[in-house]
């Protein structure tokens, strides 16, 4: 008996960790060829180790692309690995 492709890939899909989900959803939306980046807490489901690389290679993919990247996290470093302009919402900030 053959088995689809569709699903096979939906038995490979249930076995991912939450951390391989995430990656293969980063990389299908580096391979569609956006035209922006919308990333929502794109690393909070790695480990320290892989959430350093998989930001480091987003975040050089996207500006060799001249990708402009909205992201939201609530990690700093996560933050600061993008490169850009950080705005802090919902912090009381001494002026």
Do not use: C, N, Y
């Not at 480091?56 to 996207?62: G, Q, Y």
């Not at 001249?66 to 919902?90: F, S």
């Amino acid at each position: 008996m053959k088995s689809s492709s569709r699903g096979s890939s939906i038995g490979i899909r249930a076995t991912l960790s939450g951390g391989q989900k995430a990656r293969v959803a980063l990389q299908r939306v580096m391979l569609s060829a956006p035209r922006l980046l919308l990333l929502d807490e794109p690393f909070s489901k790695l480990d320290s180790d892989l959430r350093q690389q998989t930001r480091a290679l987003i975040f050089s993919r996207a500006k060799s692309a001249r990708l402009p990247v909205v992201l939201v996290t609530h990690d700093h470093a996560d933050a600061e690995a993008a490169g850009g302009p950080i705005i802090v919402i919902g912090e009381d900030i001494d002026r």
